[in-house]
Protein backbone atom coordinates (compact mmCIF):
# COMPACT_ATOMS: atom_id res chain seq x y z
CA UNK A 1 0.00 0.00 0.00
CA UNK A 2 3.14 2.32 0.95
CA UNK A 3 4.43 1.79 -2.55
CA UNK A 4 0.64 2.29 -4.67
CA UNK A 5 0.63 5.19 -2.32
CA UNK A 6 3.56 6.84 -3.50
CA UNK A 7 2.95 6.31 -6.97
CA UNK A 8 -0.41 7.74 -7.10
CA UNK A 9 1.32 11.14 -5.19
CA UNK A 10 3.87 11.03 -7.82
CA UNK A 11 1.14 10.60 -10.87
CA UNK A 12 -0.31 13.17 -9.41
CA UNK A 13 2.64 15.63 -9.17
CA UNK A 14 2.99 14.63 -12.95
CA UNK A 15 -0.37 15.56 -14.25
CA UNK A 16 -0.09 18.53 -11.91
CA UNK A 17 3.27 19.85 -13.20
CA UNK A 18 1.51 19.56 -16.45
CA UNK A 19 -1.98 21.22 -16.47
CA UNK A 20 -0.09 24.62 -14.46
CA UNK A 21 2.40 24.70 -17.45
CA UNK A 22 -0.35 24.04 -19.90
CA UNK A 23 -2.69 26.95 -18.45
CA UNK A 24 0.86 29.02 -18.12
CA UNK A 25 1.23 28.28 -22.15
CA UNK A 26 -2.55 29.04 -23.04
CA UNK A 27 -3.35 31.61 -20.27
CA UNK A 28 -2.12 34.75 -22.09
CA UNK A 29 -3.23 33.24 -25.72
CA UNK A 30 -6.10 31.48 -25.21
CA UNK A 31 -8.23 33.77 -27.37
CA UNK A 32 -5.10 33.97 -29.70
CA UNK A 33 -5.36 30.02 -30.12
CA UNK A 34 -9.35 29.84 -30.88
CA UNK A 35 -8.43 32.60 -32.86
CA UNK A 36 -6.00 30.91 -35.13
CA UNK A 37 -8.33 28.09 -35.24
CA UNK A 38 -10.72 30.25 -36.85
CA UNK A 39 -8.45 31.87 -39.35
CA UNK A 40 -6.49 28.77 -40.69
CA UNK A 41 -9.05 26.00 -41.02
CA UNK A 42 -10.38 26.85 -44.37
CA UNK A 43 -8.18 23.82 -45.82
CA UNK A 44 -7.54 20.32 -44.43
CA UNK A 45 -3.74 21.16 -44.71
CA UNK A 46 -4.09 24.58 -43.03
CA UNK A 47 -6.00 22.59 -40.14
CA UNK A 48 -3.45 19.91 -39.43
CA UNK A 49 -0.73 22.25 -39.18
CA UNK A 50 -2.78 24.37 -36.75
CA UNK A 51 -3.56 21.76 -34.57
CA UNK A 52 0.06 20.97 -34.67
CA UNK A 53 1.13 24.14 -33.53
CA UNK A 54 -1.59 24.65 -31.01
CA UNK A 55 -1.30 21.28 -29.57
CA UNK A 56 2.61 21.60 -28.71
CA UNK A 57 1.91 25.11 -27.47
CA UNK A 58 -1.35 23.77 -25.27
CA UNK A 59 0.61 20.41 -24.39
CA UNK A 60 -2.40 18.66 -24.36
CA UNK A 61 -4.49 16.84 -27.37
CA UNK A 62 -7.19 16.48 -25.31
CA UNK A 63 -7.31 20.50 -24.25
CA UNK A 64 -7.43 21.09 -28.08
CA UNK A 65 -10.63 18.54 -28.71
CA UNK A 66 -12.19 20.41 -25.79
CA UNK A 67 -12.13 23.96 -27.51
CA UNK A 68 -12.91 22.47 -30.88
CA UNK A 69 -15.61 20.80 -29.70
CA UNK A 70 -16.93 23.99 -28.10
CA UNK A 71 -16.20 25.76 -31.10
CA UNK A 72 -18.19 23.12 -33.55
CA UNK A 73 -21.37 23.05 -30.84
CA UNK A 74 -21.60 26.99 -31.06
CA UNK A 75 -21.70 26.39 -34.77
CA UNK A 76 -18.20 28.99 -35.59
CA UNK A 77 -16.48 26.02 -36.79
CA UNK A 78 -17.91 22.60 -39.05
CA UNK A 79 -17.69 19.51 -38.01
CA UNK A 80 -15.63 19.22 -41.35
CA UNK A 81 -12.79 21.63 -41.01
CA UNK A 82 -12.20 19.62 -37.27
CA UNK A 83 -10.59 16.32 -38.82
CA UNK A 84 -7.12 18.08 -39.63
CA UNK A 85 -7.24 19.41 -36.32
CA UNK A 86 -7.47 16.12 -35.12
CA UNK A 87 -4.47 14.72 -37.05
CA UNK A 88 -2.48 17.59 -36.21
CA UNK A 89 -3.12 17.43 -32.50
CA UNK A 90 -2.19 13.69 -32.57
CA UNK A 91 1.13 14.94 -33.74
CA UNK A 92 1.69 18.19 -31.63
CA UNK A 93 0.98 16.31 -28.34
CA UNK A 94 4.23 14.23 -28.59
CA UNK A 95 6.15 17.34 -27.62
CA UNK A 96 6.07 16.07 -24.03
CA UNK A 97 7.02 12.55 -24.45
CA UNK A 98 10.48 14.30 -26.00
CA UNK A 99 11.07 16.56 -23.16
CA UNK A 100 10.61 14.06 -20.64
CA UNK A 101 13.02 11.79 -21.47
CA UNK A 102 16.05 14.60 -20.88
CA UNK A 103 18.50 14.43 -18.36
CA UNK A 104 17.67 17.80 -16.47
CA UNK A 105 17.64 16.22 -13.20
CA UNK A 106 19.96 19.36 -11.88
CA UNK A 107 17.67 21.86 -12.94
CA UNK A 108 14.69 20.65 -10.93
CA UNK A 109 15.34 22.71 -8.23
CA UNK A 110 16.37 25.91 -9.93
CA UNK A 111 13.07 25.62 -12.28
CA UNK A 112 10.94 25.25 -9.37
CA UNK A 113 12.38 28.16 -7.36
CA UNK A 114 12.45 30.22 -10.42
CA UNK A 115 9.11 29.09 -11.54
CA UNK A 116 7.37 30.24 -8.36
CA UNK A 117 8.78 33.00 -8.15
CA UNK A 118 7.96 34.30 -11.99
CA UNK A 119 4.33 33.54 -11.13
CA UNK A 120 4.02 35.80 -8.18
CA UNK A 121 5.03 38.91 -10.52
CA UNK A 122 2.13 40.74 -11.76
CA UNK A 123 3.03 40.09 -15.52
CA UNK A 124 1.63 37.96 -18.21
CA UNK A 125 4.94 36.88 -19.58
CA UNK A 126 6.56 36.16 -16.30
CA UNK A 127 3.08 34.08 -15.25
CA UNK A 128 3.58 31.87 -18.43
CA UNK A 129 7.51 31.38 -18.16
CA UNK A 130 7.30 30.77 -14.55
CA UNK A 131 4.13 28.49 -14.80
CA UNK A 132 5.88 26.60 -17.66
CA UNK A 133 8.98 26.16 -15.52
CA UNK A 134 7.40 25.34 -12.18
CA UNK A 135 5.31 22.77 -14.01
CA UNK A 136 8.04 21.15 -15.56
CA UNK A 137 9.92 20.90 -12.65
CA UNK A 138 7.10 18.82 -11.11
CA UNK A 139 7.21 16.96 -13.88
CA UNK A 140 10.76 16.09 -13.62
CA UNK A 141 10.09 15.15 -10.04
CA UNK A 142 7.16 12.80 -10.78
CA UNK A 143 9.44 11.01 -13.61
CA UNK A 144 12.51 10.24 -11.23
CA UNK A 145 9.62 8.82 -8.94
CA UNK A 146 8.52 6.25 -11.12
CA UNK A 147 11.84 5.40 -11.68
CA UNK A 148 12.55 5.02 -7.88
CA UNK A 149 9.45 2.93 -7.54
CA UNK A 150 9.36 0.21 -10.78
CA UNK A 151 11.92 -2.13 -8.66
CA UNK A 152 9.44 -2.41 -5.94
CA UNK A 153 6.50 -1.99 -7.88
CA UNK A 154 7.83 -5.16 -10.29
CA UNK A 155 9.02 -6.80 -6.99
CA UNK A 156 5.58 -8.02 -6.55
CA UNK A 157 4.58 -10.87 -7.90
CA UNK A 158 1.42 -10.82 -9.51
CA UNK A 159 3.16 -7.73 -11.10
CA UNK A 160 5.76 -9.37 -12.49
CA UNK A 161 3.62 -12.13 -13.71
CA UNK A 162 1.19 -8.97 -15.15
CA UNK A 163 4.22 -7.56 -17.01
CA UNK A 164 5.24 -11.05 -18.10
CA UNK A 165 2.20 -11.72 -19.96
CA UNK A 166 1.58 -8.48 -21.55
CA UNK A 167 5.05 -9.14 -23.27
CA UNK A 168 3.53 -12.50 -24.79
CA UNK A 169 -0.15 -11.03 -25.87
CA UNK A 170 0.07 -7.89 -27.67
CA UNK A 171 -4.01 -7.29 -26.53
CA UNK A 172 -2.94 -7.13 -23.05
CA UNK A 173 -0.82 -4.67 -23.41
CA UNK A 174 -3.24 -2.61 -26.01
CA UNK A 175 -5.78 -2.96 -23.18
CA UNK A 176 -3.44 -2.09 -20.27
CA UNK A 177 -2.49 1.19 -22.31
CA UNK A 178 -6.30 2.08 -23.09
CA UNK A 179 -7.54 1.53 -19.72
CA UNK A 180 -4.66 3.56 -17.72
CA UNK A 181 -5.25 6.54 -20.40
CA UNK A 182 -9.02 6.53 -19.86
CA UNK A 183 -8.72 6.67 -16.12
CA UNK A 184 -5.97 9.38 -15.47
CA UNK A 185 -6.95 10.99 -18.58
CA UNK A 186 -3.53 11.73 -20.23
CA UNK A 187 -1.56 9.53 -22.80
CA UNK A 188 1.48 11.09 -21.69
CA UNK A 189 1.19 10.00 -17.86
CA UNK A 190 0.59 6.63 -19.30
CA UNK A 191 4.01 7.27 -21.66
CA UNK A 192 6.10 8.69 -18.39
CA UNK A 193 5.01 5.53 -16.20
CA UNK A 194 6.22 2.96 -18.48
CA UNK A 195 9.42 5.03 -19.85
CA UNK A 196 11.13 4.11 -16.27
CA UNK A 197 9.93 0.15 -17.01
CA UNK A 198 11.68 0.17 -20.43
CA UNK A 199 14.63 1.85 -18.75
CA UNK A 200 14.65 -1.34 -16.29
CA UNK A 201 14.35 -3.70 -19.59
CA UNK A 202 10.99 -4.73 -17.37
CA UNK A 203 8.88 -3.97 -21.01
CA UNK A 204 10.15 -4.98 -24.29
CA UNK A 205 9.74 -2.33 -27.02
CA UNK A 206 7.39 -3.80 -28.38
CA UNK A 207 5.15 -4.64 -25.15
CA UNK A 208 5.35 -0.60 -24.69
CA UNK A 209 4.73 0.47 -28.06
CA UNK A 210 1.60 -1.52 -27.89
CA UNK A 211 1.07 0.22 -24.46
CA UNK A 212 1.09 3.46 -26.19
CA UNK A 213 -0.67 2.28 -29.32
CA UNK A 214 -3.46 1.95 -26.77
CA UNK A 215 -3.11 5.03 -24.74
CA UNK A 216 -3.80 6.86 -28.47
CA UNK A 217 -7.03 5.20 -27.90
CA UNK A 218 -7.45 5.80 -24.52
CA UNK A 219 -6.75 9.42 -24.20
CA UNK A 220 -10.23 9.63 -26.57
CA UNK A 221 -12.33 9.38 -23.31
CA UNK A 222 -12.14 13.57 -22.67
CA UNK A 223 -13.45 14.58 -26.33
CA UNK A 224 -16.35 12.06 -25.76
CA UNK A 225 -17.20 13.03 -22.00
CA UNK A 226 -16.38 16.94 -23.36
CA UNK A 227 -19.53 16.25 -26.48
CA UNK A 228 -22.23 14.97 -23.72
CA UNK A 229 -25.20 17.29 -24.22
CA UNK A 230 -23.87 19.33 -27.38
CA UNK A 231 -24.97 19.65 -30.90
CA UNK A 232 -24.56 16.54 -33.50
CA UNK A 233 -21.57 17.74 -35.34
CA UNK A 234 -19.76 18.18 -32.12
CA UNK A 235 -20.76 14.69 -31.17
CA UNK A 236 -19.13 14.02 -34.71
CA UNK A 237 -16.11 15.40 -33.23
CA UNK A 238 -15.83 13.29 -30.73
CA UNK A 239 -16.55 10.17 -32.69
CA UNK A 240 -13.69 11.23 -35.36
CA UNK A 241 -11.16 11.34 -32.49
CA UNK A 242 -11.74 7.65 -31.34
CA UNK A 243 -11.99 6.92 -34.97
CA UNK A 244 -8.95 8.05 -36.48
CA UNK A 245 -6.71 6.44 -33.58
CA UNK A 246 -8.37 3.36 -33.70
CA UNK A 247 -7.95 3.47 -37.54
CA UNK A 248 -3.95 4.38 -36.79
CA UNK A 249 -3.74 1.30 -34.00
CA UNK A 250 -5.42 -1.05 -36.42
CA UNK A 251 -3.27 -0.05 -39.37
CA UNK A 252 0.34 -0.40 -37.63
CA UNK A 253 -0.62 -3.41 -35.14
CA UNK A 254 0.24 -5.68 -38.32
CA UNK A 255 3.59 -4.35 -38.25
CA UNK A 256 4.43 -4.27 -34.36
CA UNK A 257 7.90 -6.13 -34.68
CA UNK A 258 9.28 -4.60 -37.73
CA UNK A 259 8.10 -1.08 -36.81
CA UNK A 260 10.01 -2.16 -32.97
CA UNK A 261 13.34 -3.04 -34.84
CA UNK A 262 12.66 0.69 -36.89
CA UNK A 263 12.73 2.24 -33.57
CA UNK A 264 15.76 0.55 -32.29
CA UNK A 265 17.72 1.78 -35.10
CA UNK A 266 17.17 5.57 -33.76
CA UNK A 267 18.50 5.00 -30.40
CA UNK A 268 19.65 2.59 -27.91
CA UNK A 269 18.18 4.08 -24.77
CA UNK A 270 14.80 2.43 -23.71
CA UNK A 271 12.51 5.45 -22.90
CA UNK A 272 14.07 7.51 -25.88
CA UNK A 273 12.92 4.48 -27.69
CA UNK A 274 9.46 4.60 -26.52
CA UNK A 275 9.29 8.86 -27.06
CA UNK A 276 10.31 8.51 -30.74
CA UNK A 277 7.68 5.39 -31.65
CA UNK A 278 5.52 7.94 -30.25
CA UNK A 279 6.12 10.82 -33.11
CA UNK A 280 6.64 8.00 -35.97
CA UNK A 281 3.49 6.62 -34.82
CA UNK A 282 1.28 9.99 -34.74
CA UNK A 283 3.68 11.33 -37.65
CA UNK A 284 2.63 8.32 -40.54
CA UNK A 285 -0.75 7.78 -39.16
CA UNK A 286 -1.71 11.62 -39.80
CA UNK A 287 -0.28 11.68 -42.86
CA UNK A 288 -1.69 8.09 -44.16
CA UNK A 289 -5.51 9.55 -43.34
CA UNK A 290 -5.12 13.14 -43.85
CA UNK A 291 -5.17 12.86 -47.90
CA UNK A 292 -8.36 11.36 -46.99
CA UNK A 293 -9.80 13.74 -44.00
CA UNK A 294 -13.03 14.52 -46.73
CA UNK A 295 -13.95 11.45 -46.85
CA UNK A 296 -13.07 10.21 -43.44
CA UNK A 297 -15.52 13.04 -41.75
CA UNK A 298 -18.57 11.75 -44.61
CA UNK A 299 -17.58 7.78 -43.35
CA UNK A 300 -17.99 8.70 -39.94
CA UNK A 301 -21.32 10.98 -40.20
CA UNK A 302 -22.79 7.95 -41.87
CA UNK A 303 -21.77 5.52 -39.76
CA UNK A 304 -23.59 7.16 -36.53
CA UNK A 305 -26.60 8.23 -38.84
CA UNK A 306 -26.46 11.56 -39.62
CA UNK A 307 -26.24 12.92 -42.84
CA UNK A 308 -22.79 13.47 -44.84
CA UNK A 309 -21.37 16.87 -43.34
Not at 108 to 136: A, D, H, N, Q, R
Not at 155 to 180: A, I
Request: charged share 10%; proline share 2%.
Amino acid sequence: MQIFSLFAVFLTIFIFGMTVMRIGLSAASQQKLKNWLLKYTDTTWKSFLAGILITAIMQSSSAVMVIVIGLVAAGIMSFRQSIGIILGANIGTTVTTEIITMDITHLILPFIIIGVVLIFIPKGWSFCLGSTLFGLGCMFIAMNGFETLSGPITDLKWVKNFLHLTDEHVWMSLGLGTTMTAVIQSSTATTAIIMPLMNENILTLTSGIAILLGANIGTCVTALIACIGTSKEAKLVAFAHVWINIIGVVLFLPFLSGFSEVVMLLTQLPDVQIAHASVLFNVISSLLLLPCAGLLASWIARIHGYRAI
